[in-house]
């Protein structure tokens, strides 16, 4: 609940300031930030908060619609729920940014989006990538990495890590091919991708919603039978990193003038 004064960031310094779909002037984002100990804990102790809070209180899912949009929804993209953690932290005085690249993504990954077929489709297209983002917080003189890329439940269905604060996207979720971009506020590409999942329809949201809640769900039940911790112990110590690979048949290959003997694998 927001009540009239309560402390919060109003610097208009690069990385404390609001940017488009970062309201951390919002009076909402504010009262959360004031929850998690906004002013009262150190900055690395209340950075983690908002990044615990985020990873587990937002569930995947669209549409998508920057910081405030995912705290009042509950649910959103990784992308959106980047955009909550940078504008919880800017509003509790932490400086915050976006770190974005287009990542190549192991076969775990892939096969949870496939799960979700739209979703499985858009990263079938763009080659087995996303764009991922994720959210630097500068504590000190340090800048300290957090992926929110996986959600509890969303790792546990794929049997991936969930993610620690401080973990980047690419100790265990991707591999970054060339060198990413630090910004303050998100790039037009991402507010095209809004407008498109704006113009969905509310039948087709739903029903891909729908297939974000029954993975949540077929997650939990994995998470409520180990425990969050015993769950992410277990994961960590079987996990491999398994990049995709893409072959291609000889029989293609041969209509195209190349003989070859053995399929080729990149």
Request: proline residues 5%; aromatic residues 8%.
């Amino acid at each position: 609940q927001y009540k009239e004064g309560m402390p919060h960031c109003t610097s208009k310094e690069r990385y404390l300031r609001p940017t488009c779909s970062c309201e951390s002037d919002a009076p909402e984002i504010i009262a959360l930030a004031s929850e998690l100990g906004a002013f009262q804990k150190s900055d690395r102790e209340y950075a983690e908060a908002c990044f615990k809070w985020v990873q587990c209180h937002i569930r995947r899912g669209l549409p998508m619609g920057g910081a405030l949009t995912t705290l009042k929804n509950g649910r959103a993209t990784c992308m959106d729920e980047t955009s909550l953690l940078i504008a919880l932290c800017r509003a509790g005085g932490v400086p915050a940014r976006y770190r974005i690249a287009r990542e190549v993504v192991t076969e775990q990954f892939i096969d949870g989006m496939a799960q979700n077929p739209m979703m499985g489709m858009m990263v079938e297209a763009m080659g087995g990538t996303d764009i991922i983002s994720v959210a630097e917080m500068k504590i000190g003189d340090e800048w300290v990495t957090c992926t929110l890329g996986t959600t509890p439940e969303f790792a546990a269905v794929n049997g991936i890590p969930i993610a620690h604060f401080g973990e980047d996207s690419t100790d265990f979720l991707t591999f970054r091919p060339s060198p990413p971009r630090v910004v303050e506020g998100l790039p037009l590409v991402v507010g095209m991708a809004r407008i498109f999942s704006s113009l969905m329809s509310s039948k087709r949201l739903s029903r891909m919603n729908a297939q974000f809640d029954d993975n949540y769900r077929k997650g939990k039940i994995i998470l409520d039978e180990f425990g969050l911790e015993e769950y992410n112990r277990r994961a960590r110590e079987s996990y491999r990193f398994i990049m995709p690979r893409i072959s291609l048949e000889k029989s293609k290959l041969e209509k195209k003038g190349i003989v070859t003997d053995t399929p080729i694998e990149q």
